[in-house]
Each structure stands twice: as structure tokens, then as C-alpha cells.
């Protein structure tokens, strides 16, 4: 399998934004499967972490209702542009351009949720960005958080590095996002963070692309330019690829299946009213 690569932040563009906010689908409907085990309330104040282009935000925001908060936490500008946008103004959903792993902006005890859907395999340093979910948590307060997972590849890695490799590409960095965790590894993390009530639980998804053109797009604007930056996708090895992909494909495109690992925590204390 090949090496993931650091990521640069500098290559996103407003353009990759915008793909990401009309290509998001599946990355939306993983999300709200996420969040539906919060059963969060009426004027409930949620933290989306990695907020991206802001639609599970808003999502949430019909969970926590008028009465309710989310504060939708993101660091990159084009992205921050677009999630503002779609909150529009005097809303209940307030945009902030921060990073997981610093959240200076949000005191201490200070939301009933947080959020951070397709986040952490982005994230280098896992224990402060959990250990910033946590301070910024009421007691009892809850974690929903996801990864890709390294052990249950999507499938489009295998069959893509197969094919790259045949046509001599050795250098497959940015393939996967760097950070991917398992199973275990979550729960590692989660309890030395001070979570309990720790759930774990591997989900499986079938997505479907239209075509290689739709696959290659999504994974560039999801990964916010850093998927395969340094090859020429479009060139000489389309065909290739396609034909990598030929054998999951109908007349209704691509279907390939990916793994996610979910988790559910708690901080410590009484939750605040009884769930
Ligand atoms: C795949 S997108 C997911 C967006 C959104 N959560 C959703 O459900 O559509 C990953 C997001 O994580 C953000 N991100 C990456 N590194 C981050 C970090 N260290 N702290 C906070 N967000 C980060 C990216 O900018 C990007 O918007």
C-alpha cells in the first residue's frame, strides 16, 4: 500500500470548494448517520469540527432548532466562504475559521455536542484536537467523531494503485488521507482523551460515482487538492484507470464500497438532562 503523504492546506482552491459543496453527498449522508445517535434536543449547542462547506451544519442546526446553536468550526478560507453563505445571517449556525487542535475561540464546558465527520484522518496530531473536543464539552457532553479506516481500505485505492503501478507509478503519495485510524486505535485515543461510555462500531457504505471523471473529482475536492497532487490524472493514464474500474461498473456508473469507523463518547459527569 502506498506511504500517505503530509498534507498542504495551500492547495485548496475556491474552485475544489465549491466541487466539494455540490459533490459532498455520501460524505453528507455518513454524517447524518453520525449525528442521529446524538438524539440531540431543542436548543442543544453543537460544535461541528472540520466543518467544511457547512451542510452537516446545517443538518444539525434542524436538530438544535431555533432555540439551539451550532458553531461550525473550519480552517480553510475557501471553505469558510462558502459555509457562511449557506448559513446566511442571524442564523443559529456561526461560522469560525479555526483549527481542531486549537480552539481558543470556544471556552471551557461550553456545547452539548461535537461533531467531526470525515475530520480526523486529516489530522496529525489526533490527541490534542480529542483532547480540545473534550475541554470544550459540557460534563456529560458527547463525541461523535469518524475516520477512514486503514486495515478496510475504499475500494478505489486498491484498484487504483494496482493500475498505477502497472504503468510504473512508484510514487502513489496522497492516494489516502495520512491519518486514517482502526478500531482499536480510536478507542485508544478516545480513552486517553478521558472519553467513557466509549462505543465503537465499523460501517460499511456503497458509493456510486457517475463516471472516473466524477471519482477523480471528488476524491481531489474532499481531499482539498492534496489527492495524488503531483500525477497527471487527465492524460495517458485515464484509460488505465478506467479500465481499473471496469468491473464495478454498470449503466448506472461506479459503485465501489468503503469502511468507515464510527465513534460515540461521552466526557465524564452527569449528562446535561437524561438521554
Ligand atoms: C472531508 S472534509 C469533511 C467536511 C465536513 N465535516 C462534512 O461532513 O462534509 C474534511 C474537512 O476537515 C477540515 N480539516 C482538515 N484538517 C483540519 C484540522 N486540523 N482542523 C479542523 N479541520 C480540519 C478540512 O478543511 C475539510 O473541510
Not at 453520525?34 to 440531540?40: G, I, S, Y
Request: no cysteine.
Amino acid at each position: 500500500m502506498p506511504e500517505p503523504s503530509p498534507v498542504s492546506y495551500a492547495h485548496d482552491t475556491a474552485d475544489l470548494a465549491s466541487a466539494y459543496d455540490t459533490g459532498s453527498d455520501f460524505q453528507f449522508e455518513h454524517g447524518k448517520q453520525l449525528v442521529a445517535e446524538l438524539r440531540l434536543r431543542p436548543g442543544d449547542r453543537v460544535l461541528d469540527v472540520g466543518a467544511g462547506t457547512g451542510r452537516l451544519s446545517l443538518h444539525l442546526a434542524e436538530w438544535v432548532g431555533a432555540a439551539g446553536e451550532v458553531l461550525a468550526v473550519e480552517p480553510l478560507a475557501d471553505r469558510v466562504v462558502r459555509a457562511r453563505a449557506r448559513a446566511g445571517d442571524g442564523g443559529q449556525v456561526r461560522v469560525i475559521q479555526a483549527w481542531a487542535e486549537n480552539l481558543t475561540d470556544i471556552p471551557d464546558d461550553h456545547v452539548d455536542a461535537v461533531v467531526m465527520n470525515s475530520v480526523l484522518h486529516w489530522i496529525a496530531d489526533q490527541a490534542a484536537a480529542l483532547a480540545e473536543a473534550r475541554r470544550v464539552l459540557k460534563p456529560g457532553g458527547q463525541l461523535a467523531v469518524n475516520s477512514a479506516d486503514p486495515d478496510r481500505p475504499h475500494e478505489f485505492v486498491a484498484l487504483l494503485s494496482r493500475a498505477l503501478a502497472r504503468q510504473g507509478v512508484k510514487d502513489q503519495a496522497g492516494l489516502v488521507p495520512p491519518h486514517r485510524i482502526n478500531e482499536e486505535r480510536l478507542q485508544q485515543l478516545l480513552n486517553q482523551a478521558g472519553f467513557e461510555r466509549i462505543r465503537i462500531s465499523p460501517v460499511r457504505f456503497h458509493d456510486r460515482f457517475v463516471d472516473l471523471e466524477h471519482l477523480l473529482r471528488w476524491n481531489q475536492s474532499s481531499y482539498f487538492g492534496n489527492f495524488l497532487p503531483h500525477l497527471d490524472l487527465e492524460g495517458p493514464l485515464q484509460q488505465p484507470l478506467r479500465d481499473a474500474l471496469a468491473a464495478h461498473t454498470d449503466e448506472e456508473g461506479i459503485q465501489l464500497k468503503r469502511h468507515l469507523v464510527f465513534g460515540w463518547a461521552r466526557k465524564p459527569g452527569p449528562a446535561p438532562g437524561s438521554r
